[in-house]
């Protein structure tokens, strides 16, 4: 591979000094290729026959022509409470590639070992949280939300301790950009407006270029207010699909508005607003009802960082965009859901008394919504049955119908809209649990088998009706800590 199919460039390395620390990946041994994702291969720009030549990068034994590991350095607001002591601790930017689309691609090797950046940490990642990295941002392209994506994921014979020992992986995460809000923070509060500005202004010219030849002034606005859209926009979207991310620090908010960084995630299987899918997370800052409301204070610290080098009220001003934007797309998210596309002012009642009931009888969050698509064409068996109360499925189902009175689009017309929106299959804990267990024996057939089924998640796959099924009672709320 002395020829590379795709344009390498190295854009990060032309922030100041400050922001990286050059670091060669700590090899691994016993390394094995076990997932590799060719449809992404194709969309960044090259193709592999053999996935098996790329295990030497992946196990940080080898470096291709043009890579140059750099461990980026941010800080941010974990929990709360500022930690400048951030950065990549196990992560390292290898290079930036651009498709023939013009895509760009960061390429980041995490669990490549130590960097100036691990604090008491390893460097190293396990294969369970790897798995379940790549099984979600996988899952979460598939639905449509912007993500990071798995390129491939390689498993190694090293222990790592954890709770228990458990053995080291690596993932080839891509995405657009790694640059974080933290970047930000670390800008502004270690280094200066004028590091504050180079960033922003690198951030804009590889990723807002449409903002580009504004005048500065209008430049910088428009772009926060973008950063802020975007982000107001995945987490509605989040809310929409009922994934609780589980660690919204500011180190883990990319700055483009891809969800970044899969820990304890969860999608919600039975509808629990204050659902924490952390174990760690005692106080539940970020259980799934606070998430909207943690992704403005997140804005708030980027706003803060951006004091230096932008106008106070400016800011102020671009910031209170979350709240209209989040508002506006979650509610149309719902709308789509329930498929009403005429609108009414009594919607948002209903919508709020739909959560209001799913809590309140623990109802499976997906099988409910894709219940309702097909409620014509299958009846209304699939929904009622998910209760343990019929009449009070009956008395919603009643109000549904008679909102659907006020609808012009035709039966099948809406319920096939309802199913590009709702999905059929997403990725419940005990899946991953299951494709994780199967990959500690070595099997990874099973974890390939998932991706497909989460390639389409709005498909009927009748061979695949296993995965659509509600949890069994071991794999509700299963217990997933940050230790990955
Ligand atoms: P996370 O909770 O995964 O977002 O990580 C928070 C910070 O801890 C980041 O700076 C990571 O790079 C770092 N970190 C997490 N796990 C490790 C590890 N095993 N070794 C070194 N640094 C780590
Ligand atoms: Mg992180």
Redesign the pocket.
């Known amino acids: 591979m002395s020829e590379s199919p795709f344009h390498i460039e190295h854009r990060y390395l032309e922030l100041p000094r400050s922001f990286y620390s050059r670091v060669t990946p700590a090899p691994l041994s016993g390394a094995h290729m076990v997932c590799f994702n060719h449809a992404l291969a194709r969309q960044m720009g090259f193709h592999t026959s053999n996935p098996d030549d790329w295990t030497s990068v992946g196990a940080g034994q080898a470096l291709l022509e043009g890579m140059d590991p750099v461990a980026m350095k941010y800080t941010g607001h974990?929990f709360g409470v500022y930690n400048p002591e951030?950065?990549?601790?196990?992560?390292l930017l290898l290079w930036e590639t651009v498709g023939p689309d013009g895509r760009r691609w960061d390429w980041h090797l995490k669990g490549a070992g130590?960097t100036p950046?691990?604090?008491f940490?390893?460097?190293?990642?396990v294969l369970r949280s790897t798995i379940r990295e790549y099984l979600c941002s996988e899952a979460m392209h598939g639905l449509g939300i912007p993500t990071t994506r798995a390129l491939f994921l390689v498993s190694a014979s090293d222990p790592v301790r954890r709770e228990t020992i458990e053995s080291a992986a690596t993932l080839m995460r891509v995405a657009r950009s790694h640059i974080r809000f933290g970047h930000f923070e670390f800008a502004a509060h270690h280094e200066g407006p004028e590091a504050v500005a180079t960033l922003l202004e690198h951030v804009i010219a590889l990723h807002f270029p449409h903002l580009i030849d504004l005048p500065e002034d209008e430049r910088r606005q428009r772009w926060f207010t973008e950063v802020v859209e975007r982000t107001a926009r995945l987490i509605a979207d989040w809310q929409a699909v009922g994934f609780c991310h589980g660690?919204m620090?500011s180190?883990?908010m990319a700055i483009i508005g891809d969800t970044f960084?899969y820990?304890p995630y969860a999608f919600l299987d039975d509808f629990d607003a204050g659902y924490i899918c952390n174990h760690t997370d005692q106080g539940g800052r970020y259980a799934y009802n606070r998430q909207p409301r943690i992704g403005l204070t997140n804005c708030q610290y980027l706003a803060s960082a951006l004091l230096t080098v932008m106008d106070e009220d400016d800011i102020r001003r671009c910031l209170r965009h979350y709240e209209t934007t989040y508002n506006e797309h979650f509610r149309q998210r719902m709308m789509d859901k329930l498929g009403l596309a005429e609108r009414d002012d009594a919607d948002m009642t209903l919508i709020m008394d739909t959560f209001s009931m799913l809590h309140e009888h623990h109802i499976d969050y997906t099988l409910f919504f894709r219940g309702l698509s097909n409620l014509h064409s299958h009846g209304t068996a699939p929904v009622r049955d998910l209760f343990v109360d019929r009449s009070v499925a009956d008395e919603w189902l009643e109000r549904y119908e008679q909102r659907l009175q006020q609808e012009t689009r035709a039966h099948d017309e809406r319920e096939h809209a309802m199913r590009r929106v709702n999905p059929k299959y997403i990725l419940r804990n005990y899946l991953a649990q299951q494709v994780i267990d199967s990959a500690k024996e070595g099997d990874f057939a099973p974890m390939e088998e998932l991706l497909k089924v989460l390639e389409r998640p709005f498909d009927e796959q009748p061979d695949s009706e296993k995965y659509a099924a509600a949890p069994p009672d071991w794999g509700k709320r299963m217990d997933i800590s940050?230790s990955?």
């Open positions: 974990q951030l950065g990549d601790g196990r992560g130590q950046y691990s604090r940490g390893d460097g190293r990642a660690v620090n180190d883990n960084d820990g940050c990955s």
